[in-house]
């Protein structure tokens, strides 16, 4: 590897690592918005969600500018085609962090619901599963990037077990129908958090081993020893 394109590598490591770290506080910062009903901070997470895809823009171009300059093989093509990935995956959490903002800004106007749920609870495990799926990113760690993977059928659980707590205070209360259906909303978006986190270390995975375990996890969580650890999911506690 010469020089300058080494150079280039740390930069563009430096950037996207930049940027998990602010979508990572995006998504604590939504969370915490929910939790005191707080619109103006959720305005704030709207508002910035332009620097965000600003940043994701800017590392693009990083790596199209190193593809076409310098023509990396081997590992160092790996970790181009990685980043590309993981860029695009962190700014949709970007994303979904703002749509919990937006669902913050409708409910601060209507009464707290009650909801034996923990929100802040669940967003914990997807923002644990964003921070190990980076830290596997910058150790080039695929058993960490594995065990991420293992980690997604727990927060998917969690949302289902809030689908059927929907369900039920909307028979109960039908009156409140309006505001579950908002909190079901940021469900699904922590869910979709859970899953993101999973996609970058599918790419770290890639990065390090070169195997494509896209549409194969199972498969490559048994051959890792880690199996057992799926559709582990330990039941929220109540608020």
């Known amino acids: 590897m010469s020089i300058h394109l080494q150079r280039e590598i740390e930069k563009l490591k430096k950037n996207i690592l930049s940027l998990g770290a ?22 704030k997470i709207i508002d910035n969600d332009i620097k965000v895809d600003q940043l994701e823009v ?4 990083e790596c199209q500018k190193i593809l076409a300059l310098h023509q990396p093989v081997a590992h160092d093509l ?8 993981i860029n695009a995956e962190l700014e949709r959490i970007g994303d979904a962090a703002v749509n919990i903002a937006e669902r913050v800004e409708v409910l601060s106007e209507s009464e707290r619901v009650s ?4 929100f802040t609870g669940m967003a914990e495990k997807a923002r644990s599963m964003l921070r190990n799926s980076l830290d596997a990113l910058v150790n080039q760690d695929s058993t960490l990037a594995y065990r991420v993977i293992a980690a997604d059928d727990e927060v998917d659980s969690i949302n289902r077990q809030m689908y059927e707590q929907v369900k039920e205070g909307i028979r109960r209360h039908p009156e409140d129908m309006e505001a579950l259906i908002h909190l079901l909303s940021v469900s699904r978006h922590l869910e979709r ?3 993101h986190a999973s996609n970058i270390s ?6 390090v081993k070169g195997d494509i375990v896209r549409h194969r996890t199972e498969e490559y ?10 559709g582990k999911s330990t039941p929220p506690p109540t608020e």
């Not at 990572?24 to 305005?43: I, Q």
């Not at 800017?58 to 171009?61: H, L, S």
């Not at 790996?78 to 990935?85: D, E, N």
């Not at 599918?202 to 990065?207: K, N, P």
Request: glycine content about 4%; overall charge negative.
């Open 22 to 43: 602010m979508v990572e506080e995006c998504v604590a910062s939504a969370v915490k918005a929910l939790r005191d009903r707080n619109p103006e901070l959720a305005r």
């Open 58 to 61: 800017d590392i693009e171009e």
């Open 78 to 85: 790996r970790f181009i085609i990685a980043v590309l990935k």
């Open 115 to 118: 909801l034996p749920f923990n």
């Open 193 to 195: 958090i859970g899953d």
């Open 202 to 207: 599918e790419d770290v995975i890639y990065l």
């Open 221 to 230: 969580l048994s051959q890792e020893g880690l199996a057992h650890e799926v």
